[in-house]
């Protein structure tokens, strides 16, 4: 970023000033340090030999000492200038470091959450300026479609709560006293997305976390959504939920592959590969985001025909 280049560009200049100034003191030091010494050897030979020694060649000598003295330390401050100029960028790249993470990470953050924030408000407007176009709408259906934006709105409202709380925290987010199931949670997601004929789900009867219900739900909602945009319609899409005694793990599998190439790049900020459906690439690194802020994991793997999904969450 050239916010940062420049940044790390000044601050080295500041850093090799500081040093040149140390430099050229010590110096300064070093050469009245030495010139007092040449001074007091010269007097003390002169009260020794008195007049026998000759002043021209004496003066002579003192200036070819002092000249030497000069250049080397002429040379020294080269040296130092060179080595410290790029030692000084070094440090200033070190020093900048974090804080260009953190700007990289709060720009990440705030793509991602205006992606997820995109989607529900997209459908209140389009469900106002529907039922708005026709003034003799039915009053059952103006009711069921403020029902339907009351309902986006509250989860527009846990969104903004999580997303929030996620910022504040440092991307770590705090458990919850009220423990909740997963399988249902899941199942609900299914339901509101009118996908029952088209997911396959396998788990247990009881599958109880506490981990930030809101963070979890928005979790499985992207990889269920990414799972049923990016599958042939009316494809099969298998939710697999496999608890253990620390961690619950699970699958969602999809039909079609994943590249090779493009696998390493999926929870890249943007990245669609040869998609073509609509999207803007936010959504899996949001996913792996509150993933690793739930504590879990994320992980995607492909075999020929079919991609897999894998979350691993901690049960307490």
């Known amino acids: 970023m050239k916010i940062f280049t420049s940044a790390t560009i000044k601050l080295a200049g500041w850093y090799l000033l500081i040093l040149m100034i140390v430099s050229l003191l010590f110096s300064s030091i070093i050469f009245q340090v030495a010139r007092s010494e040449v001074d007091a050897q010269i007097h003390k030979i ?37 080595a410290g100029g790029a030692c000084s960028y070094l440090l200033a790249r070190i020093t900048l ?20 924030l995109r989607t529900p408000l997209a459908i209140m407007k389009a469900e106002t300026e529907l039922a708005l176009k026709n003034p003799k709408t039915p ?50 997601l299914i339901r509101e997305r009118k996908a029952e004929t088209r997911t396959e789900m396998n788990c247990p009867e009881h599958t109880n976390i506490s981990l930030h219900q809101a963070a979890t739900r928005e979790l499985c909602a992207i990889l269920l959504d990414n799972a049923l945009k990016h599958s042939p319609k009316n494809s099969p899409v298998k939710i697999q939920v496999l608890p253990s005694k620390q961690n619950i793990t699970v699958h969602f ?55 897999i999904f894998t979350i691993s969450l901690p049960i307490i």
């Not at 009711?143 to 409202?157: A, D, V």
């Open 97 to 116: 470091r974090p804080i260009e993470a953190a700007h990289k990470a709060q720009s990440r953050f705030v793509s991602n959450a205006s992606h997820q």
């Open 253 to 307: 599998t999809n039909d079609g592959a994943i590249s090779q190439q493009n696998l390493p790049h999926v929870f890249e900020q943007f990245f669609r590969g040869n998609q073509q459906t609509k999207g803007y690439g936010l959504g899996l690194p949001l996913a792996e985001q509150l993933a690793k802020a739930l504590g879990g994991q994320i992980s995607v793997s492909t075999a020929k025909t079919s991609t």
């Open 139 to 188: 009053r059952a259906e103006l009711t069921e479609t403020l029902e339907s934006n009351l309902e986006e709105i509250n989860k527009l409202t846990e969104l903004t709560a999580m997303l929030l709380e996620l910022s504040r925290t440092e991307n770590r987010l705090a458990l919850e006293d009220k423990s909740f199931d997963l399988a249902e949670l899941i199942s609900n």
């Open 46 to 82: 002169i009260i020794q030999r008195g007049n026998d020694f000759p002043s021209i060649d004496l003066s002579e000598r003192m200036d070819i000492s002092t000249r030497n003295l000069l250049i080397s330390l002429g040379y020294i401050n080269l040296i130092v200038l060179l």
